[in-house]
């Protein structure tokens, strides 16, 4: 029943015409789907459409990241974040894939980029956390996961 909502988006787009939106969504519901390659292709239509569309360029790169082109995703997050330097979540999710890649002090950067633009991100001090304990920076880590704790007093995973 969760992917009623996803369905109904599909259904949607596929009425309301085809703009960059439209491949957008299509690509998000792929996405939810777990049919990455698929919403690969419909974000790349976008980015046909309007080749400055930091939200297909974002997107796609979750697609990639979830395939394990972390490189892909590094470089799609790229994107995003030049087109909008505001963008939060792009900027953590390409820490993710730094993260992947074992870059752990490009990851903590982009973690902080993303805490600078909206100081209660949770999961992007939760993530720092983590990356700093990968470099044995225990004090950092410890300090992100209390933030984390202050923030969401109910975050289980803040306390490992």
Do not use: W
Not at 25 to 34: F, P, T, V, Y
Not at 36 to 45: D, H, L, Q, T, V
């Amino acid at each position: 029943m969760k992917y009623l909502a996803y369905i109904k988006l599909i259904i949607q787009s596929h009425l309301s015409g085809k703009d960059k939106s439209h491949y957008l969504h299509r690509g998000i519901a792929k996405n939810k789907l777990e049919k990455y390659n698929r919403a690969i292709g419909e974000f790349n239509k976008a980015l046909e459409i309007d080749p400055y569309y930091a939200e297909a360029y974002f997107n796609r790169g979750i697609s990639k990241r979830k395939l394990g082109n972390y490189k892909g995703a590094i470089e799609d997050g790229n994107k995003a974040v030049n087109l909008k330097p505001d963008f939060a979540l792009a900027f953590m999710y390409r820490g993710i894939a730094k993260n992947k890649m074992e870059d752990y002090r490009g990851a903590i950067d982009d973690y902080g980029k993303a805490i600078e633009i909206d100081p209660l991100f949770i999961e992007a001090y939760m993530n720092r956390g983590v990356a700093k304990g990968k470099l044995q920076d225990y004090a950092g880590a410890i300090e992100d996961g209390d933030r984390t704790i202050e923030l969401d007093p109910g975050c289980a995973l803040a306390f490992y």
